[in-house]
C-alpha cells in the first residue's frame, strides 16, 4: 500500500511539471523571441497566441478549453501570477456547482485578447470574452470583467478607468514609433476616444527621460532580446 501511494504521488507530480512547463511548440502559435517564465500553467496550450515581443512570466495560468483562445500581441507585458479565464458557468437549477464546470451546460465562454503594447500588472485576473485596447495597463490585483478602450489605465475589482495612459499628443509620438501609418489610431478617433472615456482624468505617462544615454541603452536591450521591429 505504501508503495502505490508513492506512485501516485509520484504520477501527480510528473503531471503537475508537464502542465507547468509547457513548450513552445505546443502553442497555437509562439513568437521566436516571445518570453515565458516557468512555472506556467495553461489548460489547453494550443488556445494560447503569443506574438513578437511578449513576456508571459512566471506563475500566470490560462484556464481555457479546446474552443476557446487567449490572443497575447505585441509588445506586452504579463506580469507574475496573472490568471486568463475564458471560461464561466452560469448557475443552473438541480445542477450542483460539483457538476457544472465540467458538464459544460449554460456555459458563457470568450476568448481573451488582449492588444499591442499592454500591461498587465501582477496578479491581474481577466475573464471571458474581454478585449483590452492597445497600449492599456491593468493595476496589480485588479479583476477585469469587461472591455477595456486604447490607452486606458485601469484598476480594481472589477476594473475601472481611473487616467489616461498618455496625452493625445503623447500618443501620437509614441505610435510613430510603434506602428506604420495605415495602423496608427487616426486624430479624430483619438479625440472620440478622449471624449468618451478620458475627460477629467489625469494623464499618467511621461515625455521625460529620452536622450542619447537611454537611447543606447534601449538599442543594447533590443539586441539582448532580439527586438522585432513593428516596420
Known amino acids: 500500500m505504501q508503495l502505490i501511494n508513492k506512485i501516485k504521488r509520484l504520477r501527480l507530480t510528473i503531471r503537475w511539471a508537464i502542465a507547468c512547463t ?37 506563475g500566470s495560468t490560462i484556464i481555457n478549453t479546446k474552443k476557446e483562445k487567449v490572443i497575447i500581441k505585441k509588445n506586452t507585458v504579463v ?58 495597463i491593468i493595476g496589480a490585483g485588479s479583476i477585469v470583467n469587461k472591455d477595456v478602450p486604447p490607452y486606458a489605465v485601469v484598476v480594481g475589482c472589477p476594473a475601472k478607468i481611473i487616467a489616461a495612459k498618455f496625452s493625445i499628443s503623447q500618443i501620437i509620438e509614441h505610435e510613430k514609433a510603434l506602428y506604420p501609418e495605415n495602423e496608427k489610431l487616426s486624430l479624430d478617433k483619438l479625440n472620440k476616444l478622449f471624449k468618451t472615456y478620458y475627460e477629467g482624468k489625469k494623464i499618467y505617462g511621461t515625455s521625460e527621460g529620452i536622450n542619447e544615454e537611454t537611447n543606447n541603452l534601449i538599442q543594447q536591450l533590443k539586441r539582448q532580446l532580439h527586438y522585432v521591429e513593428p516596420f
Open 79 to 136: 506580469a507574475a501570477r496573472s490568471t486568463f479565464v475564458t471560461n464561466n458557468h452560469v448557475s443552473t437549477v438541480s445542477i450542483p456547482q460539483f457538476l457544472l464546470g465540467q458538464s459544460h451546460i449554460n456555459d458563457k465562454s470568450g476568448d481573451i485578447i488582449v492588444e499591442e503594447d499592454c500591461w498587465i500588472g501582477t496578479g491581474v485576473i481577466i475573464l471571458a470574452g474581454v478585449h483590452i485596447g492597445r497600449g492599456s
Open 22 to 58: 509547457p513548450l513552445r511548440s505546443q502553442l497555437g502559435y509562439c513568437a521566436e523571441n516571445a518570453i515565458f517564465s516557468y512555472p506556467i500553467t495553461i489548460y489547453n496550450p494550443r488556445g494560447l497566441f503569443l506574438y513578437e515581443n511578449t513576456k508571459l512570466l512566471q
